[in-house]
């Protein structure tokens, strides 16, 4: 963030902004000494509504995929109820990055929401201006996921924020073309690489829909296989105690040959920085690809641009290469709300979230988004719990880069989808591993890293 705020600046991030004001009937004050509120349950809302006439605006920052839902979610007897005086000041981004730099102008400017979320490794840059959460919070303790984060705490048992919603990552499939071409399911990495070449070379489909031009959607690959393939969490943090984690006896470098493995058999396609993810989308909805590796967060998509849901198949991304080791599904916490710790209405903005993670309203939001819980007691039933049951695996979630590591990797400018775009435009990856391991030393040789 540069050092001087500009009013005009901030005047052109919230120029993009959609804010919609709801008007809605009746804040709850069934509260903690602390402030907390007090459910009568651990997942419904108080049914004590706030005896105080105060009308209370609170600003929201969400993304505009959610504003329908709030919208109308915000207008039901349960809101009104719980809320009584309490307009919500809806304000939405078209993704996270415009969210995120949103709130960074707005931080700078002392004018951070009262309640937003945000990516977990955004937090960092925002911790200055965050409510801390303390751990005998009702609304953390019902919240499954609060310690899979080390983004989320804030030391002594307090934490930045409640995570809220979690997605598993998946290989979409036709059925229709496996069954044509008589695959099945891969159980192994090297399977899973020969499926998707086999599709390529039916000269009638593409194997594996990619979209390398945005970069990004090459992280099931690039940005989680170093740590997923050999069930090590902390492997960016263990790679800041080192001079060159990127040698051959490293996870990066095994994973890599991986990457490259399956990029070279050419089941990416034969241009994969032709297109981006929203071509990549349709493609295999359209049934032009006969496999897709993303997050959960695509099949609401996929529906909407009309995919054959009869025809899609689930399976987790194999990341074992022994069909007999139980396979490892990466699944991410994602974005965490938080509070404003300079809001005036802290506990007004707490009873909106008791409200949004009580049964009525998440559970529904959840099966349509197709995502999963972090809240204790509510499970949604959608294709991922179905297909969960098909292909059991081990849960795994990669722990984030901590300080020391986020120094050095803005300092050598680590940065994975980038070295994996340089890869599918045909470069190999050993020499730039090469420079990056003389850049790390240096660089922690310069922070006094040891």
């Not at 080390?150 to 499939?173: R, S």
């Not at 073309?177 to 159980?187: D, R, Y």
């Not at 054959?308 to 991410?332: S, T």
């Not at 949004?356 to 809240?375: D, G, N």
Request: one cysteine or more; proline letters at 6%; hydrophobic letters at 35%.
């Amino acid at each position: 963030m540069e050092g001087l705020f500009s009013k005009k600046r901030m005047g052109l991030v919230l120029s993009g902004i959609l804010s919609v004001t709801v008007v809605l009937a009746g804040c709850g004050s069934n509260t903690s000494g602390s402030g907390s509120p007090t459910p009568k349950s651990s997942n419904s809302p108080s049914e004590t509504s706030s005896q105080s006439n105060e009308k209370v605006t609170l600003s929201v920052a969400i993304l505009a995929e959610d504003l329908d839902y709030w919208k109308t979610t915000s207008q039901s007897d349960s809101f009104k109820k719980l809320l009584p005086n309490v307009t919500l000041d809806l304000q939405s981004f078209k993704d996270v990055d415009s969210l995120y730099k949103s709130l960074m102008v707005r931080q700078a400017a002392n004018e951070v929401p009262d309640l937003f979320y945000v990516k977990p490794y955004k937090l960092i840059d925002l911790k200055n201006s965050l409510y801390v959460w303390d751990k005998s919070d009702p609304l953390v303790q019902m919240n499954s996921a609060m310690d899979s984060l080390t983004e989320l705490k804030a030391g002594d048992g307090k934490y930045y924020g409640l995570p809220m919603k979690q997605f598993g990552e998946w290989v979409f499939y036709s059925k229709s073309i496996f069954s044509e071409l008589g695959l099945t399911v891969p159980k192994t990495w090297d399977q899973f690489v020969s499926t998707g070449k086999a599709i390529q070379d039916s000269g009638k489909y593409q194997g594996l829909a990619l979209g390398g031009k945005d970069a990004w959607p090459q992280y099931p690959f690039v940005g989680q296989l170093y740590s997923s393939m050999f069930n090590d969490p902390n492997t960016d943090n263990e790679a800041a105690l080192k001079d060159k984690p990127f040698s051959p006896d490293g996870n990066y470098y095994k994973a890599f040959e991986k990457v490259e493995q399956l990029y070279k058999s050419g089941a990416v396609g034969k241009s994969p920085l032709g297109i981006g993810y929203p071509e990549a989308e349709q493609m295999f909805a359209n049934k032009k690809a006969g496999m897709m590796a993303i997050g959960q967060y695509y099949y609401s998509d996929f529906v909407t641009l009309g995919g054959d849901v009869k025809d899609l198949g689930l399976f987790p991304m194999p990341v074992v290469n022994d069909p007999n080791e139980k396979n490892r599904q990466v699944f991410n916490i994602d974005l965490p709300f938080c509070i404003s710790k300079n809001s005036k209405h802290i506990d007004v903005a707490k009873k909106v979230l008791e409200w949004y993670f009580s049964p009525e309203v998440y559970k529904p939001y959840l099966e349509q988004r197709a995502m999963s819980s972090t809240i204790k007691g509510i499970d949604p039933q959608n294709v991922f719990t179905e297909a969960s049951k098909q292909y059991p695996t081990q849960t795994f979630t990669a722990l984030a880069g901590e300080e020391d590591f986020v120094k050095l990797q803005k300092e050598t400018k680590w940065d994975s989808v980038v070295v994996g775009a340089q890869m599918l435009a045909g470069k190999d990856f050993r020499p730039i591993f090469e420079d990056l391991n003389q850049k790390w030393a240096a660089g922690r040789q310069k922070f006094g890293i040891k």
